[in-house]
């Protein structure tokens, strides 16, 4: 692989809490190739969260393909776009064979990732992924930064997002919000699926509780998440306000970036507000902590570690979700009273 390469491509996740994730691998390119031109092949979805990380100096290029979506021609019609940028290297993060084609077909010389689902060949630039030693998704993410082989240099910066405070303000102002009280932000959705999600009456109570005190309650999230937080609405009597699928994800990033703090399920929202510095406590239930932990010294995690759990499945098993359903809302606000500010 050469030593210092020119033009340089990422091919992102699909994911909003991955691509924050990626962030310290970029802080690492741009520290090893500081004149490089980085662009970013992504979903549309997840671009806003990378025009917030000052390393993505180049193009956000869309990246049209749906999870399992093969459609050869379309790809090989934007291989032969990419092919007329130049890139010396690209850095192919999701681990399917699909991610790995599109570089391929445009005959980037250096093609870095992890070999993944048998991707001799079309990653040349091969890492085997040793779980024990990286076990975080970060770790993952920024060792492909090195030569393969070679261990992670340490420390690893945190994924940070700089948000401009005109970005606050346009974000607070696109929608009619006040900014002072700073409200507190529930992000009640988690795209994997329910056995991610705080039970909505659990977010209701809180709400309730908090409105008490004076401090507004705002739950922000995607169109999908939109009927969790009207039955949050309507269970809280209206001390929340749902803004699930109003805003843009950029304008989401700006509200976060002036929250008072944020209680959330472990979702791409939480990997964002913990990016951006925002107090926050997060929610674990299916999922670990352990593994993709909100990276942040202002963040609380709150996981009962049940005999059952981590189970990684969409829905609880047993039926019960009790790894979310016995976490009381008495005991989020009591580690919400821990938080220090920004």
Same mark, same amino acid.
């Given at each position: 692989?050469?030593?210092?390469?020119?033009?340089?491509?990422?091919?992102?996740?699909?994911?909003? $809490?991955?691509?924050?994730?990626?962030?310290?691998?970029?802080?690492? =390119?741009?520290?090893?190739?500081?004149?490089?031109?980085?662009?970013?092949?992504?979903?549309?979805?997840?671009?806003?969260? &990378?025009?917030f990380m000052p390393e993505i100096d180049g193009h956000i290029i869309d990246n049209p393909f749906a999870h399992g979506q093969l459609r050869l021609k379309d790809r090989w019609r934007l291989a032969r776009e990419l092919a007329r940028r130049g890139y010396d290297a690209t850095y192919v993060l999701p681990n399917s064979l699909k991610s790995a084609l599109i570089p391929l077909l445009a *005959?980037?010389?250096?093609?870095? *990732?992890?070999?993944? %689902?048998?991707?001799? *060949?079309?990653?040349?630039?091969?890492?085997?992924?040793?779980?024990?030693? #990286?076990?975080?998704?970060?770790?993952?993410?920024?060792?492909?930064?090195?030569?393969? $082989?070679?261990? @992670?240099?340490?420390?690893?910066?945190?994924?940070?997002?700089?948000? +401009?405070?005109?970005?606050?303000?346009?974000?607070?102002?696109?929608?009619?919000?006040?900014?002072?009280?700073? +409200?507190?932000?529930?992000?009640?959705?988690?795209?994997? $699926?329910?056995?991610?999600?705080?039970?909505?009456?659990?977010?209701?109570?809180?709400?309730?509780? @908090?409105?008490?005190?004076?401090?507004?309650?705002? @739950? #922000?999230?995607?169109?999908?998440?939109?009927?969790?937080?009207?039955?949050?609405?309507? =269970?809280?009597?209206?001390?929340?306000?749902?803004?699930?699928?109003?805003?843009?994800?950029?304008?989401?990033?700006?509200? #976060?970036?002036?929250?008072?703090?944020?209680?959330?399920?472990?979702?791409? =929202?939480?990997?964002?507000?913990?990016?951006? $510095?925002?107090?926050?406590?997060?929610?674990? *239930?299916?999922?670990?902590?352990?593994?993709?932990? +909100? #990276?942040?010294?202002?963040?609380?995690?709150?996981? =009962?570690?049940?005999?059952?759990?981590?189970?990684?499945?969409?829905?609880?098993?047993?039926?019960?979700?009790?790894?979310?359903?016995?976490?009381?809302?008495?005991?989020? &606000?009591? %580690?919400?009273?821990?938080? +220090?500010?920004?």
């Open positions: 692989m050469r030593s210092v390469a020119r033009a340089i491509l990422i091919v992102a996740p699909s994911w909003i $809490g991955d691509t924050v994730a990626a962030h310290p691998l970029f802080v690492r =390119l741009r520290q090893h190739h500081p004149q490089a031109r980085i662009d970013v092949l992504a979903p549309p979805w997840v671009a806003a969260v &990378l025009r *005959g980037i010389p250096d093609r870095v *990732g992890f070999t993944g %689902e048998s991707r001799y *060949g079309f990653i040349n630039v091969r890492h085997t992924l040793d779980e024990k030693a #990286l076990p975080l998704q970060v770790e993952r993410y920024a060792q492909l930064a090195e030569a393969p $082989g070679a261990p @992670l240099a340490r420390p690893l910066p945190k994924p940070h997002l700089t948000v +401009p405070p005109e970005t606050v303000a346009a974000s607070f102002s696109a929608h009619g919000l006040a900014r002072e009280p700073a +409200p507190v932000i529930f992000c009640p959705g988690a795209e994997y $699926g329910p056995a991610k999600r705080w039970p909505e009456r659990h977010f209701a109570e809180l709400a309730r509780t @908090l409105a008490a005190q004076g401090r507004p309650v705002w @739950l #922000l999230g995607s169109k999908k998440d939109a009927p969790v937080g009207d039955e949050i609405v309507r =269970l809280s009597g209206g001390a929340a306000r749902n803004l699930c699928g109003v805003t843009s994800l950029s304008e989401a990033v700006g509200i #976060l970036a002036g929250a008072h703090y944020v209680v959330t399920n472990d979702s791409g =929202l939480m990997h964002v507000a913990a990016a951006l $510095g925002t107090p926050l406590v997060a929610l674990f *239930g299916s999922s670990s902590p352990l593994y993709t932990p +909100p #990276l942040s010294d202002k963040a609380r995690v709150i996981w =009962l570690q049940l005999s059952c759990s981590p189970c990684f499945q969409r829905e609880c098993p047993l039926g019960h979700l009790n790894c979310l359903n016995q976490i009381e809302p008495n005991r989020v &606000l009591e %580690e919400a009273d821990t938080l +220090p500010t920004k």
